[in-house]
């Protein structure tokens, strides 16, 4: 089964009813959508603009109208360019009891053993069911959570009637020893980005040299490593200063940056403008 001690650890809808729906628009930032993996199977459907996205080890480049399909537990990012996107989270556990046929089926997607996809381009029955399913699980209407268990379904049965799926012998998310190694560092850094972290300590996770390992993370990940610990700061940062009324000075130590100016510096270069200044910017947005 795919490795479930997920760097992304928050619940999907709820416990009773693990499905939910998001959406980002173009004036979120791609450093959004590093490097993470979840307990959820994941739908995307793009909008409009266009989206590179690597899954597990392998990238697509994807535009307006195609669907993504990503496994539980697989590892993915993603670099968008003015991007406006919809996508669901759910767990398929809930699909996997039971002996039927159904549920055989259900299993192996979870597995990795049935592949759908990954990226579904051009089919407008199957476009309309997922469409159809983003805005049932946005507006949540009386009634929603049923509806969606049944288009879920359809969706599922229409993937396998078009043949969007290749089989294979055994379970294939997370398999690769590269994978497991890059889960291994990701957790570290998830679990202590806003600690003291130094290139030494990542490398160590792996038992590589430094120099190693940091051809071994940019390959992957398409950053260097303090590159990436940075980004993960910058975000928890953005979120801070959205959510918080805290000082900036505050929030840059306490997202594990020990100079404010070089925080702000770093901020200025990766956001395109000031914290101060994007949080006033972004809180305007939202009151609109």
Sequence with gaps: MPDYEMMEKKQHGTPGF?????????????????????????????????????IEEKH????????????AG?????????????????????????????????????SGKFEIGPVIIGDSELRG???????VLKNEKPGYKEMSVGLLRYMFG?????????VHEEETVGN???????????????????????LEDLAAQVDMSPQYFCSFFKK??????????????????RKELLATNEPITYIAFSAGFNDVSYFIRLFRKVFGESPGNLRRKLRVKEAD
């Design 158 to 166: 229409l993937i396998y009637t078009k043949g969007y799926y290749i």
């Design 60 to 71: 697509y480049s994807c535009e307006s109208g195609d669907l993504i399909f990503i496994p």
């Design 220 to 237: 992957h990940t398409k950053q260097k490593p303090m590159e990436f610990v940075n980004n993960k700061r910058l975000i928890f940062a």
């Design 18 to 54: 693990p499905m939910q729906y998001s959406s980002a628009d173009p004036y979120e930032h791609p450093y959004d959508f590093v490097m993470h993996w979840h307990k959820g199977y994941e739908i995307d459907r793009i909008q409009e603009g266009r989206m590179d996205i690597t």
């Design 176 to 198: 690769s020893p590269q994978i497991k190694k890059l889960k291994k560092v990701l957790i570290y850094i998830e679990n202590h980005f806003t600690e003291t972290i130094v």
């Design 74 to 110: 697989a590892l993915h990012s993603a670099v968008s360019d003015q991007c406006s996107h919809e996508c669901i989270v759910f767990e398929m556990e809930p699909f996997t009891n039971g002996y039927d046929e159904c549920a055989s089926l259900y299993r192996d997607i979870l």
């Design 129 to 135: 069911i997922v469409d159809r399913l983003m805005y």
